[in-house]
T-cell receptor, first 110, second 116 residues
Framework: LAKTTQPISMDSYEGQEVNITCSHN???????ITWYQQFPSQGPRFIIQ???TKVTNEVASLFIPADRKSSTLSLPRVSLSDTAVYYC???????????FGPGTRLSVLP | NAGVMQNPRHLVRRRGQEARLRCSPM?????VYWYRQLPEEGLKFMVY????????ESGMPKERFSAEFPKEGPSILRIQQVVRGDSAAYFC??????????????FGEGSRLTVL
């Protein structure tokens, strides 16, 4: 069961780039890295997923080094509406081994 | 295509009563997962169901909790004889496939249970 570690909280200002790093030293060969975003009183929402190197979509980028023991979620030019909790998960199958830790609480300030 | 639908959004029960939470997965999704979230904590896996079958209930308390996903109709998470510690947000999620690289996991908006 790959455990993830990420900062409990981060602060940023509008317009800045935010990088949230997640450590997953015990990641298995077949595991993917998936990030979710959760706003208060809402269910988590998928942001991005990757296996290795770099993945980019319209919302974020995900950087994964060659050893895959960590990953970094990059949010370009954050706005107040990006204030949320961000979860890093590692695994191949949904269910008991797809573990949501405490996440990183990002606060974007004006 | 409607998302994952959960109801009720809010439910208040007194200790000892029963709570029934319903979840309709996204159209075409046969894999359903229930999670519980306490305030300021991450989501904790409870149970994984696929039409008419419980695949993994390792995260569900052995007593008072049960889940089903019948051939017709929504998935139901049932909590009997509720206690104050059951107060939490219960999230349902669904996927088309069970593996993360073949389909996204979609969450509902949650059902918030308050036990008085």
């Amino acid at each position: 069961l790959a455990k993830t570690t990420q900062p409990i909280s981060m602060d940023s200002y509008e317009g800045q780039e935010v990088n949230i790093t997640c450590s997953h030293n015990n990641i298995a060969t077949n595991d993917y890295i998936t990030w979710y975003q959760q706003f208060p009183s809402q269910g988590p929402r998928f942001i991005i997923q990757g296996y290795k190197t770099k993945v980019t979509n319209e919302v974020a980028s995900l950087f994964i080094p060659a050893d895959r023991k960590s990953s970094t979620l990059s949010l370009p030019r954050v706005s107040l509406s990006d204030t949320a909790v961000y979860y890093c998960l590692v695994g191949l199958y949904y269910g008991q081994n797809f573990v949501f830790g405490p996440g990183t609480r990002l606060s974007v300030l004006p | 295509n409607a998302g994952v639908m959960q109801n009720p959004r809010h439910l208040v029960r007194r200790r000892g009563q029963e709570a029934r939470l319903r979840c309709s997965p996204m159209k075409g999704h046969s894999h359903v997962y229930w999670y519980r979230q306490l305030p300021e904590e991450g989501l904790k896996f409870m149970v994984y169901l696929q039409k008419e079958n419980i695949i993994d209930e390792s995260g569900m308390p052995k007593e008072r909790f049960s889940a089903e996903f019948p051939k017709e109709g929504p998935s139901i998470l049932r909590i009997q004889q509720v206690v104050r510690g059951d107060s939490a947000a219960y999230f349902c999620a669904s996927s088309q496939q069970p593996s993360v690289n073949t389909g996204e996991l979609f969450f509902g908006e949650g059902s918030r249970l308050t036990v008085l």
